[in-house]
């Protein structure tokens, strides 16, 4: 069995915050956001899982075998671009209700 705490990648900071996000028609999103520096550091799905800034190798270790390369990384990709999407999406919400996560508020 493998246990860790979660740092962020930026500053190494372990003081997070979990963000969840419901939207309709889409599963439950939990966004692992940096309470010191405010950087995304994790985005965790009901089907998958994107660790913001450990690369394409962290990432496709954790999916489905017999994909072709080319398909897990256009995967990748989306995954990347949805999870900075989301993370904008989510602090944008936060700071409208006066919860920053930067410490700032």
């Given at each position: 069995m493998e246990v860790h705490r979660q740092r962020c990648q930026a500053c190494g900071s372990t003081e997070l915050h979990?963000?969840?996000r419901r939207r309709e028609g889409d599963p439950q999103t939990v966004f692992v956001g940096c309470?010191?520096?405010?950087?995304?550091?994790?985005?965790?799905?009901l089907a998958a899982y994107y660790h913001h800034g450990k690369g394409f190798e962290s990432w496709v270790a954790r999916?489905?075998?017999g994909e072709s390369a080319r398909t897990l990384r256009d995967r990748y990709e989306?995954?990347?671009?949805?999870a900075l999407e989301g993370w904008a999406e989510v602090r944008?919400?936060?700071?409208?209700q006066g919860k920053?996560?930067?410490?700032k508020s």
């Open positions: 979990n963000v969840l309470a010191k520096c405010g950087e995304l550091v994790a985005v965790y799905g999916q489905r075998p989306k995954a990347q671009y949805d944008e919400e936060l700071e409208r920053a996560l930067d410490g």
